[in-house]
């Protein structure tokens, strides 16, 4: 038996793996199932190329748990140690760079990874165990070795009689983490982190049909006929896929293949996905996936269910900003990348230069398939757009390569269903909506039902009304105004539709200058100034006499400040403010300027202007219960 110390001079390293450099514990696992997985992987290799003259068969990882004795062991059947190979791997490369590494990162290593990639996988079994012992025995004709360690520098290492090659880890469970003995937690932990390593594991057994028996049908002396129960046999429990989809190549696989391994990654979600991207790039980097668009709400902040990063297969996280560019976070699926550096801090990780070529590559990979869908069958497209425009919309906003590619495939809906592509909208409206300064006008509305009566007085005029629903449309809008030239967005409420496209040819009022007075002062005595601007307008007899509308820039600016617009807290805090837009050539008006009662004239300013709040729904309260009142008291 030999006695040493661990090659490592920080005495206090044990203490520092278990506070400092491991912040979640529970990780330990995932790092002694993918040693496992390597030891047998490259056993593989080993065999493969004649370097090893031994049967690979078809080996299992295997992880116990013994509840009594305090122990969880982790068995596979790799490659295996020799004696001397636990003292060089084990005892001196482990911790070499530890205090380099320690020294280094010690403002960042809480978020610092896979804590393997400085060699110190192995000693995350000391956040949870307060003695680890290690029975391994080679692939070559080497006696077995025994090494066990108490936390402490000091290790044992002696021969074993071992007789099967691979290697055993025994953790004895530490008083402060036997939630590590329950078979639920383990269950958790092995189908959260190791769900599609390459190598089968197996956690216990389960019962399922005897494939080779076939349940007998009998008769009783009545005819009734009863089947004899399953047969039930017991195999071993595998926790994972170790060929996951994402891991062929899409030649290989099937729309069913895709959807199944959809439901694998998400068993709760009801809904199919809408389509799939597999992405699977192996120069300059080496990326391989599957991103999953689900069918979208107009609530960017919903995201159950994130995209999942690994590394070979091995789960790291699924918070993969930096990595997937913002507006594609909205997703689901898996990136499978061994050129990620997750053993450093978020902050570098964002500054690398391999990862901002992956965030590249997956924008431009996503562009392309829209791109092809909307080609391919563009009915179909347009079917599925309001499923998918909130992540094309934000996509736009925030990546400018996005939104240069963004052209071929962004749809344009109007309120009648059609959907134009930018260019196509162009061609269809530049004649008819272009104003007396040669500015083109897209009108817009934000909702069908409330902005009705403004979409027909629109479409009275053979104007095209859009609809933009979602809530970025105001930055989005904002976005196109300054990319496009002599172009504008209007919503069809903010103002009356002469004045959104203003033309050449105006209206005579009926009015002389001395009504058009009179008639302002009228109206100012009783429209609250606080919240109404009066417009007199002249305009066609059969419009409406009343029309409330909101200017646009001030709302569109308290629109993106509620979606995130920066510095325009100002414009939150200002009080809304309307205008009324009073058509003078109107019965209504004229009949309002020949009321003689000075009380009849104000009854009928303010039940007009009541129709008109409560056409844009401004009308609520007790002011709407007056309104109601009132109106029946005017049809008596």
């Known amino acids: 038996m030999t006695k040493g110390n661990i090659n490592v001079s920080v005495e206090n390293i044990f203490p520092l793996i ?29 065999t493969n190329i004649g370097d090893a003259k031994v049967e690979y068969g ?20 790799g490659l295996g140690m020799t ?20 020294d280094k990162y010690k403002d960042s290593a809480k978020d610092s990874g896979i804590i393997g990639h400085f060699g110190l996988g192995f000693y995350s079994a000391f956040m949870v165990a307060e003695k680890v012992e290690i029975i391994t025995k080679s692939y070559k004709d080497e006696p077995a070795a025994h090494w066990t360690c108490d936390g402490s520098p000091e290790f044992t290492l002696e021969a074993s009689d071992k007789t099967e090659r691979g290697t055993e880890i025994i953790l004895h469970i530490a008083e402060d983490s036997t939630e590590f003995l329950e078979e639920s937690r383990i269950s958790e932990l092995l189908n959260k982190y190791n769900k599609f390593m390459p190598v089968s594991i197996k956690f216990g057994t389960k019962q399922i ?41 899409p030649a290989e696989l099937k729309d069913e293949d895709y959807s199944g391994f959809y439901r694998e990654l998400y068993p709760m979600q009801m809904e199919e996905p809408l389509f799939n991207i597999h992405l699977n790039v192996d120069y300059p980097f080496n990326l391989t996936g599957i991103l999953y668009f689900p069918k979208m709400s107009n609530d960017m902040q919903i995201q159950k269910d994130k995209i999942q990063l690994y590394q070979n297969q091995v789960f790291v996280t699924d918070n993969v900003e930096g990595i997937v560019p913002e507006f594609l976070t909205m997703l689901r699926g898996v990136i499978d990348s061994p050129d990620i550096p997750l053993n450093v801090s978020r902050s570098y990780l964002q500054a690398d230069g391999a990862v901002k070529k992956i965030s590249s590559y997956i924008t431009r990979k996503v562009a392309d398939k829209l791109k092809s869908l909307f080609n391919n069958n563009r009915e179909d497209f347009e079917a ?7 992540v094309i919309e934000y996509g736009m906003l925030s990546e400018e390569k996005f939104f240069e590619k963004s052209e071929a495939f962004t749809l344009y809906p109007t309120v009648d269903g059609t959907y134009y592509t930018y260019d196509e909208l162009f061609n269809k409206i530049k004649a008819n909506q272009t104003d007396k300064d040669g500015k083109l006008v897209i009108l817009y509305a934000s909702d069908k039902d409330a902005q009705h009566s403004y979409i027909e007085s629109a479409k009275a005029k053979d104007y095209e009304v859009l609809l933009l629903d979602s809530p970025i449309v105001s930055h989005l809008i904002q976005k196109l105004e300054s990319t496009k030239e002599n172009i504008t967005f209007a919503r069809v409420d903010g103002d009356h539709v002469n004045n959104l496209i203003k033309k050449e040819e105006t209206t005579i ?3 002389d200058e001395d009504q058009t007075k009179a008639l302002d002062a009228l109206l100012k005595e009783v429209i609250p100034s606080d919240k109404f601007q009066v417009q007199l307008e002249a305009m066609d007899s059969t419009e409406t006499p009343f029309t409330i509308t909101q200017p646009e820039f001030m709302r569109r600016m308290k629109e993106m400040q509620a979606t995130g617009g920066g510095g325009m807290t100002m414009f939150g805090n200002m009080p809304e403010m309307y205008n009324v837009i009073v058509n003078t050539n109107s019965k209504l008006v004229s009949d309002i300027l020949a009321t003689e009662a000075k009380e009849d004239k104000d009854r ?29 008291e005017m049809i008596k």
Request: glycine residues 4%; without cysteine.
């Open 18 to 46: 278990k506070k400092f450099l491991y912040s979640d514990h529970e990780i330990f696992l995932r790092e002694l199932v993918s040693n496992a997985t390597d030891a047998t992987l490259k056993l593989k290799h080993l």
């Open 604 to 632: 009928l300013i303010t039940q007009s202007l009541d129709l008109a709040r409560l056409s844009q729904g401004l009308l609520k309260g007790e002011e709407l219960t007056n309104f109601i009142k009132r109106s029946y």
């Open 384 to 390: 599925k757009w309001n499923d998918i425009k909130i």
């Open 58 to 77: 078809n080996p299992v990882i295997e992880v116990k748990i013994d509840k009594e004795g305090k122990k969880l062991h982790i068995i596979d059947q």
């Open 509 to 511: 009022s009926k009015l």
């Open 209 to 249: 049909n005897d494939p080779e028996h076939t349940p007998e049908t009998t008769k009783d002396k009545d005819g009734k006929e009863t089947t004899e129960p399953h047969r039930q046999i017991t195999v071993d429990n595998i926790i994972n896929n170790p060929n996951p989809a994402w891991t062929k190549q």
């Open 83 to 102: 004696a001397d190979e636990v003292e060089k791997y084990i005892n001196q490369v482990a911790f070499s760079g530890a205090e380099e590494f320690l």
